[in-house]
């Protein structure tokens, strides 16, 4: 089976730095994905690490190590419009399910 | 279509009613996927189609639910004898399984069960 954790809730304020942390346990991995979900809208596409190491993308950020079962999203220049949810999924092989977290909700104060 | 469609956006049924949920994915993928995402909460895998596979149902919560797909095209997700604990929204995503770009997903069915 697949166990992805990921807390719930962080509070950052504009301009700041968030890192949201994903753990994870899974019986094969084919890549670890972030998506970002504003409230009553559909997930969008924000990153995959396959290897260890981390990919930037601009303001964001995600890490893997996949020895340590563990990847993280970093935020940089916290804005408004990033307060949303952002989920964390693992996909055992290409194409195929992905299995996510909970989700992080994220809260950007002024 | 430029992105994937579902249909309706909205539902609102009666406890006991049978409900179809519509998924048009975008053409040339040839995976689709359903998700069921409760209020708060993550998204719960339901099923999986690729190609002319049988597709893997192994998320369906019971024999209540069941969706169909013909060939590369439009799907379709039923609920039979809906109960309140089906309120959620389901989402549909689809993927052309080239690439590493995960899934694109539609905007989802809020289904409500009164």
């Known amino acids: 089976g697949q166990n992805i954790d990921q807390p719930t809730e962080m509070t950052a304020t504009e301009g700041a730095i968030v890192q949201i942390n994903c753990t994870y346990q899974t019986s094969g991995f084919n890549g670890l994905f972030w998506y970002q979900q504003h409230a009553g809208e559909a997930p969008t596409f924000l990153s995959y690490?396959?290897?260890?190491g981390l990919e930037e993308k601009g303001r964001f950020s995600s890490f893997l190590s996949r020895s340590k079962g563990y990847s993280y999203l970093l935020l940089k220049e916290l804005q408004m419009k990033d307060s949303a949810s952002y989920l964390c999924?693992?996909?055992?092989?290409?194409?195929?399910?992905?299995?996510f977290g909970g989700g992080t909700r994220v809260l950007v104060k002024p | 279509g430029a992105g994937v469609s579902q249909s309706p956006s909205n539902k609102v049924t009666e406890k006991g009613k049978d409900v179809e949920l519509r998924c048009d994915p975008i053409?040339?993928?040839?995976?689709l996927y359903w998700y069921r995402q409760r209020l708060g909460q993550g998204l719960e895998f339901l099923i999986y189609f690729q190609g002319n596979s049988a597709p893997d149902k192994s998320g369906l919560p019971s024999d209540r639910f069941s969706a169909e797909r013909t060939g590369e095209s439009v799907s379709t997700l039923t609920i039979q004898r809906t109960q309140q604990e089906d309120s959620a929204v389901y989402l549909c995503?689809?993927?052309?399984?080239?690439?590493?770009?995960?899934?694109?997903f539609g905007s989802g069915t809020r289904l409500t069960v009164v």
């Open positions: 995503a689809s993927s052309a399984l080239t690439g590493n770009y995960g899934y694109t």
């Open positions: 690490n396959v290897l260890d």
């Open positions: 999924a693992v996909s055992k092989a290409a194409g195929n399910k992905l299995t």
């Open positions: 053409s040339g993928h040839t995976a």
